[in-house]
């Protein structure tokens, strides 16, 4: 079955303690990204990537970091979260090329920072 | 910068009405625009994308529409049932940079039986 997985479901950590969100796609897409959804404001792009190794920010990069060292995988790494951070926060990904390449979510981290 | 608007927020119908849910979008230069759906606690999935080219796509009692030269896009949901009830977003790619998604809010959507 074609899938976008997130791990974690839900997260809770303290200020300042490193995390990391996996995210992995089974579609062999050139194209992942990272977003945030708060309240009222939609869904705001992290970072994304288009393929291995080249990644770019997004509108709302600061204070996250990413990699993309597998064509399927997609990390997304807090160094020092902070309550700000506490978000629901979706994988994406899709092939790139024709105009009709559909964007494919994850489930969702809702990820809170006390 | 790409600003998506989708109004209104909030909408409750009776079971069985059609419905339009709107969305605008302040730069027509998009790559193709997208219909989500998303369930409380759950992802987004994709119900129709509508490439900047054309002008509607159908899938079942959903229609989309785009007019991209007005910056507007509208879902049409004929004869809705209570399993419809969700969020709906809009999302636009943007055809200078078609690593860029942008998201509208979305139109929560309460169907009563």
């Known amino acids: 079955e074609a899938q976008v997985t997130q791990n974690p479901r839900y997260l809770i950590t303290v200020t300042g303690k490193k995390l990391t969100v996996t995210c992995s796609q089974n579609?062999?897409?050139?194209?992942m990204s990272w977003y945030r959804q708060d309240p009222g404001l939609g869904l705001r792009q992290i970072y994304y990537?288009?393929?291995?190794?080249?990644?770019d920010k997004g509108d709302v990069p600061e204070g996250y970091k990413v990699s993309r060292k597998e064509k399927r995988n997609f990390p997304l790494i807090l160094e020092s979260p902070s309550p700000n951070q506490t978000s629901l926060y979706f994988c994406?990904?899709?092939?790139?090329?024709?105009?009709?390449?559909?964007?494919?979510f994850g489930s969702g981290t809702q990820l809170s920072v006390l | 910068k790409q600003e998506v608007t989708q109004i209104p927020a909030a909408l409750s119908v009776p079971e069985g009405e059609n419905l339009v849910l709107n969305c605008s979008f302040t730069?027509?230069?998009?790559?193709?625009l997208q219909w989500f759906r998303q369930d409380p606690g759950k992802g987004l999935t994709s119900l129709l994308l509508?490439?900047?080219?054309?002008r509607e796509q159908t899938s079942g009692r959903l229609n989309a529409s785009l007019d991209k030269s007005s910056g507007r896009s509208t879902l049409y949901i004929a004869a809705s049932q209570p399993g419809d009830s969700a969020t709906y977003l809009c999302?636009?790619?943007?055809?200078?940079?078609?690593?860029?998604?942008?998201f509208g809010s979305g139109t929560k959507l309460n169907v009563k039986p």
């Open positions: 994406a990904s899709s092939s790139v090329g024709r105009g009709v390449e559909k964007l494919f």
């Open positions: 579609m062999n897409h050139e194209y």
């Open positions: 990537s288009m393929n291995v190794e080249v990644t």
């Open positions: 730069d027509s230069a998009i790559y193709n």
């Open positions: 509508i490439q900047s080219s054309q």
């Open positions: 999302a636009v790619r943007m055809a200078d940079n078609f690593n860029k998604f942008y």
